[in-house]
C-alpha cells in the first residue's frame, strides 16, 4: 500500500529556513510525480510545488518561487523541500502528495511554524 511520512518540520525565525523530507513506499517512484502541499489554520489546503516523474520538471505556486526547491532522489524513494527566507505566512501543516491510480494519497503531515 501507499505509504508516505514526511519529516523535518519545526519552529523557525523569520528569515530562516527548513528542509522537508517524504519517505514514500508501496508503489513504483520514479514514476509518478510528487507534490508538496500546505495547510494553515482556516484556509483551504495548497499546492506548494511539484515535481514530475521522468525527467524531474518542478513547478511552484507563485507565493514561494525563488523561495523553495522541490527535489527528489529516485534511489531513496524520497521527496524533498527546500524552504528558504521562511515568512510568517508560510506557517502551516505540510503535505506530501502523490496522484495514482485516480487516488490522492496523503502523508500524516509536518507543522512548520515561522515565528520570532
Known amino acids: 500500500q501507499v505509504q508516505l511520512v514526511e519529516s523535518g518540520g519545526g519552529l523557525v525565525q523569520p528569515g530562516g529556513s527548513l528542509r522537508l523530507s517524504c519517505a514514500a513506499s508501496?508503489?513504483?517512484?520514479?514514476?509518478?510525480?510528487m507534490s508538496w502541499y500546505r495547510q494553515a489554520p482556516g484556509k483551504e489546503r495548497e499546492l506548494v510545488a511539484r515535481?514530475?516523474?521522468?525527467?524531474?520538471?518542478?513547478t511552484y505556486a507563485d507565493s514561494v518561487k525563488g523561495r523553495f526547491t522541490i527535489s527528489r532522489d529516485n534511489a531513496k524513494n524520497t521527496v524533498y523541500l527546500q524552504m528558504n527566507r521562511l515568512q510568517s505566512e508560510d506557517t502551516a501543516v505540510y503535505y506530501c502528495?502523490?496522484?495514482?491510480?485516480?487516488?490522492?494519497?496523503w502523508g500524516q503531515g509536518t507543522q512548520v511554524t515561522v515565528s520570532s
Open positions: 515535481i514530475f516523474g521522468g525527467n524531474g520538471g518542478t
Open positions: 508501496g508503489f513504483t517512484f520514479w514514476m509518478y510525480g
Open positions: 502528495n502523490v496522484d495514482r491510480n485516480n487516488n490522492k494519497y
